[in-house]
């Protein structure tokens, strides 16, 4: 196991019981999601809607440690509870800006998983 990984199956693989088609499903549909939750994120930070961020954050956090990504989830958790209470507004920029960074991480990873299964 690549220790620098920020990606893990093995709760997908526990889900799926390791089939290969089902989890290249899963990985699909994450793709789609980044993608919504890249814009939404960006978005609802330009726009002020810190609410509709937290919302977003959480569901994000499921998605994301669906595919082991515990410690981005745990972080999007946290801001989440943040824009609950407006706390800290100031740090949601930066929470924003490492989601992105982490999320084209795991794309990366999961891409190179993808390609694996399709041959």
């Given at each position: 196991?690549?220790?620098?990984?920020?990606?893990?199956?093995?709760?997908?693989?526990?889900?799926?019981?390791?089939?290969?088609e089902i989890t290249k499903?899963?990985?699909?549909?994450?793709?789609?999601?980044?993608?919504?939750?890249?814009?939404?994120?960006?978005?609802?930070?330009?726009?002020?809607?810190?609410?509709?961020?937290?919302?977003?954050?959480?569901?994000?956090?499921?998605?994301?440690?669906?595919?082991?990504?515990?410690?981005?989830?745990?972080?999007?958790?946290?801001?989440?509870?943040?824009?609950?209470?407006?706390?800290?507004?100031?740090?949601y920029e930066e929470q924003?800006?490492?989601?992105?960074?982490?999320?084209?991480?795991?794309?990366?990873?999961?891409?190179?998983?993808?390609?694996?299964?399709?041959?």
């Open positions: 196991m690549n220790e620098n990984k920020l990606t893990s199956l093995a709760y997908l693989d526990e889900v799926t019981g390791g089939d290969p499903e899963f990985i699909e549909m994450f793709f789609e999601q980044i993608i919504e939750f890249k814009t939404g994120l960006r978005d609802f930070l330009s726009q002020k809607k810190y609410k509709e961020l937290g919302e977003l954050a959480h569901k994000a956090k499921s998605s994301v440690m669906t595919f082991g990504m515990n410690d981005l989830g745990m972080r999007l958790k946290q801001l989440q509870l943040k824009t609950q209470k407006l706390e800290e507004i100031d740090s924003v800006v490492e989601f992105e960074t982490l999320i084209e991480q795991a794309q990366k990873e999961l891409s190179e998983i993808l390609e694996t299964i399709k041959k």
